[in-house]
C-alpha cells in the first residue's frame, strides 16, 4: 500500500478510484435529478411506477452519498494534483470554491431528500436497492416535509446548475489546451 500524501503534496494526476468515483457520481446525479422530475410529475394513477422510481432515487441518493463520503477520504489521503501553473490566481481560488461547494451540494443533496422521506406524511418506507430498509430516523410531518422537499429540490437544482457549470469550465480548459480534463478522464 502506498504511503499516504498529504493534499499539500501534490500528485501527478488522479487516481484511478478518484476518476472513476468522480464520473460515477456525475452520472448518477445527473440520473436522479431527471428521476426525480420524472417521478414527481407521474400521477397517482400511476402509484407502482411512481413508487419503484422513487425507490429507484433514494437509491442513487444514498449511493451519492456514500461516493462522495468515500471520495472526501480519498482527497484526505492521497491528495489532488497540482493545478496548471499558468491558471491566473483568481481563477485557481474560483475552482477551490466550486470544488467545496459542490462536495457540501453532494452531501446536503441526499440528506434533506432523505429527511424529505421520512417526514412525508405517506409513510413510504425507504428500501435501499429496494430491498434494504433504511429506517427514518424522524417521524412525518406535514409542516417539516413542505419545507424540506422545496430545500431538497432547490439544493438539487443549484447542486445540478454548477456541475454544468463546473463541465463547461472543463471544457473550456481543455480547449484552451490545459490537461483538466484529460487527468481527470484518463489521468
Do not use: N
Request: hydrophobic fraction near 55%.
Amino acid at each position: 500500500m502506498p504511503p499516504s500524501r498529504s493534499p499539500a503534496d501534490p500528485l501527478a494526476a488522479w487516481s484511478k478510484a478518484q476518476r472513476v468515483i468522480h464520473w460515477t457520481i456525475a452520472a448518477l446525479i445527473a440520473l436522479a435529478f431527471g428521476i426525480g422530475l420524472y417521478m414527481v410529475g407521474l400521477p397517482f394513477r400511476e402509484l407502482l411506477q411512481k413508487f419503484l422510481l422513487y425507490q429507484v432515487h433514494k437509491t442513487i441518493g444514498i449511493s451519492v452519498l456514500a461516493l462522495a463520503l468515500t471520495q472526501i477520504v480519498l482527497h484526505a489521503r492521497r491528495g489532488r494534483p497540482a493545478r496548471d501553473a499558468d491558471l491566473p490566481h483568481w481563477q485557481s481560488q474560483a475552482a477551490a470554491v466550486v470544488h467545496l461547494l459542490l462536495f457540501t451540494l453532494i452531501i446536503a443533496t441526499p440528506l434533506f431528500g432523505y429527511l424529505t422521506a421520512a417526514t412525508a406524511p405517506a409513510k413510504v418506507p425507504t428500501l435501499f436497492l429496494g430491498v434494504i430498509p433504511i429506517p427514518h430516523i424522524v417521524g412525518t410531518s406535514r409542516f417539516w416535509f413542505a419545507i424540506l422537499r422545496r430545500v431538497h429540490l432547490a439544493l438539487a437544482v443549484v447542486l445540478v446548475s454548477l456541475a454544468c457549470a463546473h463541465a463547461l469550465a472543463a471544457l473550456d480548459h481543455h480547449r484552451k489546451g490545459r490537461r483538466t480534463l484529460i487527468a481527470m478522464w484518463r489521468g
